[in-house]
């Protein structure tokens, strides 16, 4: 097929927009998204100026979704002197894996020259992720403790590196599987957890008020153009899945919502357009029905709304091992 603007070599058709495009048309396609994510979520503030920039980090693991993101971002703010862009790599301890990703993180941020962060579990929490698996002190999927120990460093390195928003590549995929595991779990609080007011996405925040704003540019982009776009721009992406990656649910949403945009062109699009109205109505009926008050954890100080934060309580289940 031809490409409908130009009339070269189509290397892509969206089934859910009809569109055939070449390379050329379909990366502009992909950036012009991101930028309207962005316009739209109000991400650069208007208090920005030269100077006082504000200060985004990018949540970098190495994989095509935040290489791509980070290699956007630089693209359109790299010159910007609003703006100042900060890569911040985890090193959850994956023999084997995650060396690989950040190899493909260090190569992106020298060719780019921008300033990069890297923060690993065992020299933060004394634990490598492996060790984790290993032992399962709380007989969980591996995933469950790796995404209470990202998150904190997230967000605790973020606010340490003076950030004003923290950037992640979570793609159009990803929300719309969440968005649906959600709903099918009868998770309202969830829903309402993962809606960000500030700025019109959804963050991950599970027991904090006082956290750095979360944006994801990409969440308009489906996971296939993500690792095209990648492709095409010749980036240095790590794409192989992670040895202790077991959220078999998630793949059988992973499967369905395939199977349903396949048939019906547009389902995730949809899903997420919903799911973003639902999300504000839970999240105001939560924050006028419950106070909620919060305190600070007493093992590490994090904001939490119990006397121990579940990153402080998974790390002692390891240590009574």
């Not at 776009?229 to 990656?245: F, G, K, Q, S, V």
């Amino acid at each position: 097929m031809d490409c409908d603007r130009c009339g070269d070599d189509a290397v892509m058709h969206a089934a859910y927009s009809g569109a055939h495009l070449c390379a050329d048309h379909f990366t502009r396609s992909v950036e012009k998204r991101v930028r309207r994510r962005i316009r739209e979520d109000s991400l650069l503030s208007k208090d920005a100026t030269p100077e006082e920039p504000e200060t985004w980090v990018i949540g970098l693991s190495g994989g095509k979704d935040s290489v791509v993101l980070t290699e956007i971002l630089y693209e359109t703010f790299g010159k910007d002197p609003r703006v100042e862009l900060v890569a911040l790599s985890i090193h959850e301890g994956i023999e084997g894996y995650r060396d690989e990703s950040l190899a493909a993180s260090e190569e992106l941020t020298d060719r780019l020259e921008m300033a990069h962060k890297v923060v690993g579990y065992e020299e933060e929490f004394g634990v490598k992720m492996d060790e984790v698996v290993e032992e399962d002190p709380e007989n969980m999927a591996p995933c469950a403790y790796c995404g209470v120990f990202r998150r904190d460093l997230l967000e605790s390195y973020a606010e340490e590196l003076g950030a004003d928003k923290l950037l992640t590549g979570h793609n159009l995929d990803d929300e719309a599987q969440t968005a649906l595991m959600n709903f099918l779990e009868g998770d309202v609080r969830q829903v309402a957890k993962h809606f960000d007011a500030s700025l019109g996405g959804f963050d991950e925040r599970e027991e904090s008020d006082s956290f750095v704003p979360r944006a994801k540019p990409l969440r308009d982009v489906p996971e296939k153009e993500v690792a095209l776009y990648a492709h095409l721009a010749d980036l240095p992406a790590h794409i192989t899945e992670c040895p202790h990656a077991s959220e078999a649910y998630r793949g059988e949403i992973q499967e369905l919502l395939l199977k349903l945009e396949e048939n019906h062109p547009g389902t995730r699009h949809s899903i997420m357009s919903g799911y973003e109205e639902l999300a504000s109505l839970a999240a105001a009926a939560y924050d006028s029905s419950e106070g909620g008050e919060l305190k600070e954890c007493v093992e590490c100080g994090s904001t939490t709304s119990g006397e121990v934060c579940r990153k402080c309580r998974l790390l002692t289940s390891m240590e009574a091992i």
